[in-house]
Nanobody, 126 residues
Framework: QVQLVESGGGLVQAGGSLRLSCAGSGRAVSTFTMGWFRQAPGKEREFVAS??????????NYADSVKGRFTISRDSAKNTVYLQMNSLKPADTAVYYC?????????????????WGQGTQVTVSS
């Protein structure tokens, strides 16, 4: 079991940057697939990015809408996962959630994630 706490959200102008953090406790985040999801007002929650250790190294995956702008990373010493968000757009406005999947599948399906944080609000103004 792992507990997840997100931080780093806020208000930023279009074109700006934010870094979200997801601190884990109770178990090493490196033993999970760690994902970021987001939910905009009136919309379904959607996959943003994931990171997982595999036999070949660390694998990352991104939604097409954030490729080239967002970077997911992990600091095992701090048991924390990050989402660096650059070139932010108003369309990125959402509550961002961190999640952990126990079977280390590189999955974009939210129902396959077992643990969730409480979310952090990101608002991008135009």
């Amino acid at each position: 079991q792992v507990q997840l706490v997100e931080s780093g959200g806020g208000l930023v102008q279009a074109g700006g940057s934010l870094r979200l953090s997801c601190a884990g406790s109770g178990r090493a985040v490196s033993t999970f697939t760690m994902g970021w999801f987001r939910q905009a007002p009136g919309k379904e929650r959607e996959f943003v990015a994931s990171i997982v250790s595999s036999w070949s190294g660390i694998s990352t995956n991104y939604a097409d809408s954030v490729k080239g702008r967002f970077t997911i990373s992990r600091d095992s010493a701090k048991n924390t996962v990050y989402l660096q968000m650059n070139s932010l757009k108003p369309a990125d406005t959402a509550v961002y959630y961190c999640a952990a999947e126990s079977s280390r599948r590189s999955t974009v399906i939210q129902d396959e994630y077992d643990y969730w944080g409480q979310g952090t609000q990101v608002t991008v103004s135009s």
